[in-house]
């Protein structure tokens, strides 16, 4: 019984394992695969840099948020019409 119950535990670790290592390369290629800037230095760049000053730490997040993102290609074409970013966009903080 403990050999039955030890097999299971090491199968469930393992798809664990194997879920968090498919996640994190899913997002390493979405990051590394577009090579234009990102949309959030585009938001920055027409507001101003006041945000840098005022949090540092919302920044980071913003722009790890932004190269994960796979609505980038959207927020681009948006951002070019003039319209402002999406309205689903997790970094609206940035936007208002």
Known sequence: MDILLTIMLSAVWTAIAVLCAWS???????????????????????RGLQRLEQAPEALALAVRRCALCREKARCRESLASGRGAAPDCPNALFHS
């Open 24 to 46: 994190l390369a899913a997002a390493w290629r979405r990051a590394l695969r577009d090579e234009a800037p990102l949309p959030i230095f585009a938001v920055l760049g027409r």
